[in-house]
């Protein structure tokens, strides 16, 4: 089982920065991908960005591709997300993800698959 826990959203203009934190805890964690995914009102929830926690590699969504970075620290046993040059359409709630194997979406997470209870991301212009 694994928990998470995201925290840092809030109000922030265009163009500005904010950084997303998932606290995980539980047993074999260290062993899964983690990731970020964003789901806006009316929208299916999408990929943001993943990492794979025992070696650190990392894969983006086009739209996170120069502007977010997704890192972790082992031994706080945290995943973050750098958000810059952010726009109105980020505007979401965030979600921090981990799986078992590596995904590009909902679907590709298998089972099992956590989540936190989100943080809202809200980018005015």
């Known amino acids: 089982q694994v928990q998470l826990v995201e925290s840092g959203g809030g109000l922030v203009q265009a163009g500005g920065s904010l950084r997303l934190s998932c606290a995980a805890s539980?047993?074999?964690?260290?062993?899964?991908?983690m990731g970020w995914f964003r789901q806006a009102p009316g929208k299916e929830r999408e990929f943001v960005a993943r990492?794979?926690?025992?070696?650190?590699?990392?894969y983006y969504a086009d739209s996170a591709k120069g502007r977010f970075t997704i890192s972790r620290d082992n031994g706080k046993n945290m995943v973050y997300l750098q958000m810059n040059s952010l726009k109105p359409e980020d505007t979401a709630v965030y979600y921090c993800?981990?799986?078992?194997?590596?995904?590009?979406?909902?679907?590709?997470?298998?089972?099992?698959?956590?989540w936190g209870q989100g943080t809202q991301v809200t980018v005015s212009s």
């Open positions: 993800a981990a799986a078992a194997r590596s995904f590009r979406s909902v679907q590709e997470m298998g089972v099992p698959a956590y």
């Open positions: 539980g047993r074999a964690f260290s062993r899964y991908f």
């Open positions: 990492i794979n926690w025992a070696i650190g590699a990392t």
